[in-house]
């Protein structure tokens, strides 16, 4: 069985373009080039240096003594974290801005939900020197605002959405529409491995730089390339995409997605995608999304911004119907006690997100010399006060 997209963008049953005619030709455009131009020594070696010199990779694989000797297994946390902005979303809006570039495109498009990939956005934009326009619902704009401010001192305008439930869907409907009406000079860039093929696809292999490292930093650390375990947090799933890319073909090497169950799976209010959805088509990808009986969309829930999204990526999907992947849910207490473990065991305060990958230690076991590696996908300074408010610090 293939894990990878096929050359119209399906995984398994999963993926796919299903997109309105007026957005064919900007899709069609990014289709027929991005491997292509990935594929050019001169794309790779700017990519990487940047990579290198800005986003400050090669992250660690750092080795969790103390958290390892708690659950009597080898933990290895992979530091993305550390990575500029402060999370994995940098390594694929780097890689998406020299993409545009190359396409020839001089404005830049994004929706963001709680702000994060618009940062990140926002941040390669100025780099760069390109137009940056962010989508984000009007409640969003509320909501996060020491986002917002980032954006705009990075030099992005950011363009409320107020239609709807002036939140993400709202405002990606709103980018959707921009990009139809600018299909010359502006790339959309889509903050996760969600969206039209070839988005997943693209998304993944910029993102895939993660389970590179790991290979070679486990072989230094370990002798071996592979890990037994490699677990991540689920969102849309790009962070979990590049954590498990190098290692979807190698059986042997058992693959953990983490979702937000929010107060509990079955309790009205969680984003435990998988456990919970149905096949259905979102942002013009089919896939697995929690919708109601008559198909439509229910509103996610999740403590953690960064996971409360209704779908996951067609390569997720993937993955849990066909087996390959062990998808677990974890809750909003069971995240934030990890995440608070996690601060008081390794002097690492993590992004809430990344507390759902930690969380599953508690019950989920593992034998003593088992490898398992955790994608520390972010930090947790933007969480501060959802840990005030969580634990009255
Ligand atoms: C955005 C975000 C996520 C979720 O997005 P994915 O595409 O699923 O990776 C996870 N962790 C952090 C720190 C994030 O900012």
Not at 103 to 109: A, D
Not at 340 to 355: F, M, N, R, V, Y
Request: with cysteine.
């Amino acid at each position: 069985m293939s894990y990878h997209a096929n050359e119209r963008g399906y995984y398994g049953e999963f993926g796919g373009a299903f997109i309105p005619e007026m957005l064919y030709p900007n899709c069609e455009e990014l289709r027929q080039n991005y491997l292509k131009i990935m594929a050019e020594p001169s794309f790779q070696e700017e990519f990487h240096q940047l990579l290198k010199d800005y986003v400050g990779r090669p992250t660690p694989l750092y080795f969790a003594e103390r958290l390892s000797k708690k659950y009597n297994t080898k933990i290895y946390l992979k530091r993305e974290d550390l990575c500029h902005t402060g999370a994995h979303k940098v390594n694929n809006t780097i890689g998406q801005i020299l993409m545009a570039k190359r396409l020839g495109k001089h404005r830049i498009i994004a929706e963001t939900g709680a702000g994060q990939h618009g940062v990140a956005t926002a941040t390669v934009c100025a780099l760069m020197g390109i137009e940056c326009v962010v989508y984000m619902g009007e409640i969003d704009i509320a909501r996060q605002a020491p986002n917002v401010a980032r954006m705009k001192m990075l030099g992005a305008e950011v363009r409320p959405a107020t239609s709807g439930s002036k939140t993400l869907k709202d405002a990606t409907n709103e980018a959707i529409r921009d990009w139809i009406n600018n299909p010359v000079d502006t790339h959309y860039i889509i903050g996760s491995v969600v969206g039209p093929h070839p988005y997943p696809d693209m998304v993944a292999r910029f993102q895939s730089v993660i389970s590179e490292e790991v290979k070679s930093q486990l072989l230094e650390k370990e002798g071996r390339e592979n890990p037994d375990f490699v677990v991540a947090c689920v969102g849309g799933g790009s962070n979990a995409a590049g954590a498990f890319y190098h290692f979807l073909d190698t059986p042997e090497v058992g693959i953990i997605a983490v979702e937000a169950a929010g107060k509990g799976i079955h309790s009205g209010e969680s984003a435990a995608t998988s456990a919970l959805g149905k096949v259905g088509i979102i942002h013009g990808s089919k896939t697995l999304l929690m919708q109601t009986p008559d198909g439509q969309i229910t509103e996610p829930y999740s403590i953690s911004a960064g996971l409360d999204y209704p779908g996951v990526g067609p390569l997720h999907a993937h993955l849990y119907t066909s087996g390959r992947g062990e998808f677990i849910s974890i809750t909003d207490d069971e995240a934030m006690k990890a995440g608070l473990d996690l601060c008081k065991l390794e002097g690492i305060i993590p992004a809430i997100e990344s507390s759902h990958a930690l969380a599953i230690f508690k019950d989920r076991k593992f034998k003593e010399n088992d490898v398992v590696v955790v994608n520390l996908s972010g930090r947790g300074d933007k969480d501060l006060q959802n840990y005030i408010d969580y634990f009255k610090l």
